[in-house]
């Protein structure tokens, strides 16, 4: 067993929520799933403990209580480290599933008219901004997906790659 110490802090959320009305529910599950957390059980969700994810569970927490639910948060480690790296290999597979998206959208959207190309690459880079947000532990293809929408955006009006003496304002 490796000790403590190599172990990172994860912030957790206990809930349950009525099955009537089921707003709440819906409107909880896709709040955590923006998050990107981890779910370990049902009703068990986790994030890497900092600041802003206890914040924003708390927030969670609390409009489950309003919604009429129960919901706790807890500050806990993992007992190993293998069971800390599984956890952590299932958010970053999911946040891989998202960037292999994006690449695939942005290479399909290369050889469009400019103005779809544009119009492609600034929703994109949108969406790249919502997964980093939510990308504790980031992939490879993060980077690749990254590259594939700077060089949708950064293409003449012909489709060629801009020259790189000139400025280009993505």
């Given amino acids: ?5 190599d172990i990172g802090v994860w912030v957790m959320l206990c809930y349950r929520l009525p099955r009537e009305p089921s707003t709440p529910r819906i409107t909880v599950w896709r709040k955590l799933k923006r998050l990107g957390v981890a779910q370990l059980a049902d009703g068990l969700v986790a994030l890497p403990a900092d600041a802003r994810t206890r914040e924003q569970l708390e927030w969670i927490a609390q409009e489950i209580i309003d919604a009429g639910g129960d919901a706790s948060i807890w500050l806990a480690q993992p007992s190993t480290s293998e069971q800390e790296r599984t956890v952590a290999a299932r958010m970053a597979d999911a946040r891989t599933e998202e960037y292999v998206a994006v690449t695939a959208e942005a290479h399909a959207a290369a050889t469009a008219p400019a103005r779809e190309r544009r119009r492609t690459g600034e929703r994109l880079r949108a969406e790249l901004r919502r997964i980093t947000r939510r990308d504790y532990f980031p992939p490879p293809q ?6 594939a929408v700077r ?19 993505p």
């Fill in 142 to 147: 993060r980077d690749t997906a990254q590259a």
């Fill in 1 to 5: 067993m490796t000790g403590a110490g």
């Fill in 151 to 169: 060089a949708l955006l950064d293409t003449d009006p012909a489709g060629h790659p801009a020259d790189a003496t000139e400025e280009v304002r």
